[in-house]
């Protein structure tokens, strides 16, 4: 379990959601674009919690670990979507040729 810093709040999140938010922060920061993720958590007050995270190249996130002993809840719907994120960028798919055809009129041009 890992204890998460954002936006003045702290939570606890498994391992997993943290490394993958962190990384995915990062990434997202780099390429200058931006993304929402829901976790699952537990909240300060001990109860679990969701919590939406807006993520762009101005987020601050600090996750470190801790040694309590709560179970925080799984996020491996989030996981799975961050980490598919991340192999789209790191390696996006190659430009496919369309049998489409679109011939530009004049009156689409305003």
């Given at each position: 379990?890992?204890?998460?810093?954002?936006?003045?709040?702290t939570i606890?999140?498994d391992d997993?959601?943290?490394d993958c938010?962190?990384e995915?922060?990062?990434?997202?920061?780099?390429?200058?674009?931006a993304?929402s993720?829901r976790?699952?958590?537990?909240g300060q007050?001990?109860?679990?919690?969701?919590?939406?995270?807006?993520?762009?190249?101005?987020t601050n996130?600090?996750?470190?670990?801790t040694?309590s002993?709560?179970?925080?809840?799984t996020?491996?719907?989030?996981?799975d979507?961050?980490?598919?994120?991340?192999?789209?960028?790191?390696n996006?798919?190659?430009i496919?040729?369309?049998?489409?055809?679109?011939v530009?009129?004049d009156e689409?041009?305003?």
């Amino acid at each position: 379990m890992k204890h998460l810093s954002f936006a003045d709040k702290t939570i606890f999140v498994d391992d997993d959601a943290a490394d993958c938010l962190v990384e995915y922060t990062a990434l997202l920061g780099a390429e200058h674009t931006a993304d929402s993720v829901r976790l699952r958590a537990i909240g300060q007050d001990g109860n679990e919690v969701d919590v939406d995270f807006v993520l762009n190249s101005a987020t601050n996130l600090v996750a470190e670990s801790t040694n309590s002993s709560l179970q925080p809840p799984t996020n491996k719907e989030a996981v799975d979507y961050m980490r598919s994120r991340i192999a789209a960028i790191r390696n996006p798919p190659p430009i496919q040729a369309s049998d489409e055809l679109y011939v530009v009129q004049d009156e689409d041009i305003a």
